[in-house]
């Protein structure tokens, strides 16, 4: 029973492409994110909602959309793939409050070529 | 300055050897803070909520000060398993927003 998952877990494509990166809980939260954690291991937000609501966007290419069609997915899609966009894309969730835990998905390994 | 600050290490301990790990953090408002634990090529998990007074979780001690924006974590008795990369974590006030620290890797021998 995966609480967090998102698809695919490898994506290798090439330089200018689009690709979409699906994620889907099963927990009952009201709150999903996407985050990036570069080559140098850094993690970092990029976006986060509410019910279905955007309420974190920050400084991420125009090229990075994400899509939440209801509470339990977050999508990202990526226009114009570069090579800088290589990285692990990891997919959150959580319940509305200060304390509550963060569940990860096991991420997706991204590489532009 | 970063938000959240960590010594990357490697820390290189024996088995059964006490560890320390710290970290501090920028923002004064923040209101919750924890340490998660992120084994290689796998996503980051919860190890433990740090509250003011300090907490406990076996062989593991959180600790807060809040008056320096500093957070600790203790490990006692070092396991082979504790090998991983230890990662503080801040959450600002109002938004739903993590904030992670590069992370603290520990590798612990035989």
């Known amino acids: 029973d995966t609480a967090v998952s998102q698809t695919p877990k490898y994506l290798v494509t090439q330089m200018g492409n689009d690709k979409s990166i699906k994620c889907e809980q099963n927990l009952g939260h009201d709150t999903m994110y996407w985050y990036k954690q570069d080559s140098k291991k850094f993690l970092k937000i990029m976006f986060s909602?509410?019910?279905?609501?955007?309420?974190i966007n920050e400084t991420v290419p125009n090229r990075f959309s994400p899509k939440s069609p209801d509470k339990a997915h977050l999508n990202l899609h990526i226009n114009s793939l570069e090579l800088g966009d290589s990285a692990v894309y990891f997919c959150a969730s959580s319940r509305t409050g200060a304390g509550n835990t963060i569940y990860f998905g096991e991420g997706s390994w991204l590489t532009v070529v | 300055r970063k938000e959240v600050e960590q010594d990357p290490g490697p820390f290189n301990v024996p088995e059964g050897a006490t560890v320390a790990f710290n970290c501090t953090y920028s923002?004064?408002?923040?209101?919750?803070f924890f340490w998660y634990r992120q084994d290689c090529r796998k996503e980051p998990k919860l190890l433990m909520s740090v509250y003011s007074s300090g907490n406990e979780d076996g062989r593991f001690t959180a600790q807060l000060n809040r008056a320096s924006q500093y957070i600790s974590l203790l490990i006692r008795d070092s396991k082979l398993s504790d090998s991983a990369t230890y990662l503080c974590v801040v959450k600002d006030t109002g938004f739903q927003k993590l904030v992670f620290g590069t992370g603290t890797r520990l590798l612990v021998s035989p």
């Open positions: 909602y509410n019910n279905k609501e955007l309420i």
């Open positions: 923002n004064s408002a923040s209101q919750s």
